[in-house]
């Protein structure tokens, strides 16, 4: 047999009539029948497999049965990956905003006007003066005379004897290394600690802030007034978490240690140890 009879053969069967019958088993009667060829069947059955396909599907697409197949989100899911993409576009806007405040900042404190904010001449109708400018810390010098009045920080030349604070715990500010010790004589009136990068700076007592912000020389600093007259002072941090009139408790995070400020050598604590105005050495009571 060739090919060409083979085909007209296959063709033929194809195009062939069957009947498909339902007889009833008990009285031989027929009861549904249906005359047929193998190419209805090919059809009908594609037909169907269509149907199916499209209607899994619609199925899938708009309803909530979706949400049972491995591996796709389901709508609480979804609402979190949008609520952390808004956060990150927020997130995204706060730093902007926080970087072109610095940046304002800086500008500020280089003796410049930030370029956003200056005005030209033609546009003010003003008339232009050319102008020197002189940088000078006068303003940090006033400052920190201003605290120093303040808080009445001087060392006392006179012999009196001092109420005993050696019953008083202090809580440790930060653990570390001390790399400068008390000394009069060079007037450091304080101990420069030396600990972990990013490391917590700790209230040593319970207290109220009387002064947070920056200087000149010693950057952010941070002041605490407790009882018994005494006074707590923690300079050259990186960041204060703190502000001024907050209530704090001995062991409160109060700052980050930092480099901050032109009076530094490196990140490191500067802390300062008052008792009615009188500077005291702070490893006399406190264990670093």
Known sequence: MNRKELRKKIFQMLKDHYRLIIYNDSSI???WSIKL???KVLTLGSLGAILLILLTTIIIAYTPLRENIPGYPSAKVRQQIIYNY???DSLENEIKN???YFEKIRTLFQGEVPADESVSPADSGLKTYNVKFKSTNADSIFQDKLLEEKLNLSISNNSKKL????????????RGLI???FN???????VDIVGSPN???SSVLEGTVIFAGWTMDTGYSIYIQHENNIISAYKHNAELLKEVGEKVKAGDAIAIMGNSGELTTGPHLHFELWHNGTALDPETYIDF
């Open 179 to 181: 790399t400068n010790k």
């Open 98 to 100: 926080r970087d072109s």
């Open 184 to 190: 009069t004589k060079t007037e450091h009136l304080a």
């Open 37 to 39: 060829t193998p190419i």
């Open 163 to 174: 109420p005993s604070i050696a019953n008083i715990h202090f809580f440790t500010p930060l």
């Open 199 to 201: 490391s917590r700076i």
């Open 29 to 31: 009667q027929t009861v």
């Open 86 to 88: 808004m956060l990150v």
